[in-house]
Structures are given as C-alpha cells and as structure tokens.
C-alpha cells in the first residue's frame, strides 16, 4: 500500500477529496505542514523529516498550500520541497512549479517572453516610476489594476481609472506590480481553465458582482465547454511554458474577442468549479499523480 503526503495547514473541502480519490485506489495519506518539516543533515539516510514518515519517505507528495511568513521561513518551505524531489520522491506540484507561480512577475514575464498573449504588465520598486506608468496609461485611455505580487482569491487588487485615483497608488511590501484592466463588456467576467498533464479538462465563466471575478469574491460559476479551442490552447500552452503537471489558468476576453492570459495558479482551488462540471477534478489530479508514484518496498529503498 502506498503513502502520500498531502502538504496543507488546512484541508478543508480540497484535502477531503483528495483523500477519497487516494483511499480508493489503495493508497493512505496524512496531511503534513510545511511548518513541522525540518532536514536532518546528520548522517541519517531520510535528510528530509515529514511528520507522520519518521522512518520512510513518503511515495508522493501532493502539494495543497504552502503557507505564508518571512522570506526565510518561504524559502525553508520551498528547500524542502526542492530536496524531497531530490531524493527521488515525487511533489506535485513540484517546488520550481511553485516559485515559477506564486510570484506574478515572473509568470508575467515567462509567458510575455513565450509569445503568449497578457495584458501589458509592469512591476518597479521606484513609486515616482510606478506611478508615471499608470498616469501615462490613463491619459492613453487605459485604466489600471494594482496586485500583491504574491496574493491569491483577488485580495488586496485595486483598479484606477481616474486621475485622481492615484492618490491611493502604494505598492505591496515596496513593489508596484501594474497592469492593464481589461474591458471585457457589460458584464465582467473571466475563465478559470483547468489543466492536468498538458490538457485542458474542465472550464468555467466567473461572473463577478463588481469589477472581480474571483469566486472569493462572490463571482458566480458558470459551465464553459471545452470546444472553444483557442481559449482551451491558450490555457494549454501556458501551462507548458511554465512546465507545470496542473494548473489553474485564469483567462480573459476582451470586448473584441481576444484572449489573454492573466493568472497561472500552481496550487489551485476547484470547488467552484466541480459545482459546473460533470468530471471529477480530484479523481483526476488523483490519477496523474499516482502514475508518478512507484511505492517503496522498504524504508531503505526510500532513502536512497
């Protein structure tokens, strides 16, 4: 029987599908923070220490959430994830997956680098220089949104369409990350597309009750097929580009017709989305992970 570690602080609705889908295929789980790994340097043949796995690797890790803190405690998270793959244990998502993501200024630029098309995109650290940006982007006609450069559920997004408005401009822990808002017609909405081993398998619209589409923010899901094959290429491709196993894509149309790429979540949520779609998202994250995973006859042979 195979055991897999689930990395959340929280499981929730997400961690309880996943052990469903692992039980019924054989394997065991426990649910493990980042916060109570440590490495073992010592010697000991398992350098990297899960609670739960004290004397065994885990065959898999699946990875949930990585929690927030200082820059070092982040770091430390990602080393363990970075050092369980160097031992031969799959992550999934893996940890150069995650740093890639969770940082929108480098999925930014890896996807405007690859040709795939995004909103024009700025991050400085100099405010005078952020906010001649945005002052020259709304005398061009544009309007502007502000994100936390790392940050999720739509939280801490500001958007600026005035003058005016500019008196609130402040970047996030010093780092002004800018783009263009994107007009996508009377009724704002965007399109989450889920991605497994390279291809799209469900989609959704997100419609928002203001100007954000995120379902944190109160958006309403709505069922999207997946013959609409440039937005399901799009989602593909990015995916690609930033060599992840699954991801979340976050799409927008604009008043035009025309696609773009806003977001690459390496760690996404998908409950509203399973609320529209018919296949299982957790039987089949399930699936590809497994087929990584090779269980371990011995403790010995994990260590190695």
């Not at 080393?79 to 992550?91: C, M, R, T």
């Not at 005035?162 to 008196?167: C, G, K, N, P, Q």
């Amino acid at each position: 029987m195979g055991h897999i570690a689930i990395i959340t602080d929280d499981p929730g609705w997400h961690g309880r599908r996943l052990r469903e889908a692992l039980a019924a295929r054989g394997y065991q789980h426990r649910y493990v923070s980042l916060t109570a790994c440590r490495l073992d340097l010592d010697g000991n043949p398992i350098a990297v220490r899960l609670p739960g796995f004290e004397d065994r690797l885990p065959d898999g890790v699946f990875v949930r959430g990585v929690p927030g803190g200082t820059l070092d405690q982040v770091v430390f998270y990602l080393d363990v994830l970075h050092a369980l793959q160097e031992l031969g244990v799959p992550v999934y998502n893996d940890g150069r997956a995650v740093e890639r993501t969770v940082d929108k200024a480098m999925t930014s630029f890896l996807l405007h680098r690859a040709g795939i098309p995004t909103p024009p995109t700025w991050v400085a650290r100099d405010p005078a220089a952020a906010r001649a940006i945005a002052e020259r982007e709304l005398q061009a006609g544009h309007q502007v949104v502000s994100k936390p450069l790392f940050g999720s559920q739509g939280t801490g997004l500001k958007r600026f369409a005035r003058m005016d408005d500019l008196a609130d401009l402040e970047g996030d822990n010093g780092i002004f990350y800018l783009q263009r808002f994107v007009h996508c017609g009377s009724q704002s909405h965007d399109f989450r597309v889920f991605v497994i081993r390279g291809r799209a398998v469900a989609a959704m619209r997100r419609c928002g009750v203001t100007w954000l589409n995120n379902v944190h923010q109160g958006a309403r899901c709505e069922p999207v097929r997946l013959d609409d094959r440039l937005l399901c290429r799009l989602a593909e491709d990015a995916v690609k580009v930033l060599k992840m196993g699954y991801a979340g894509v976050d799409l927008i149309r604009d008043e035009h017709g025309r696609y773009s790429v806003l977001e690459v979540n390496s760690i996404p949520a998908w409950k509203g989305l399973q609320q529209v779609t018919a296949v299982s998202i957790a039987e089949l994250l399930v699936e590809d992970f497994l087929s990584l995973c090779v269980p371990s006859p011995a403790p010995e042979a994990c260590a190695q």
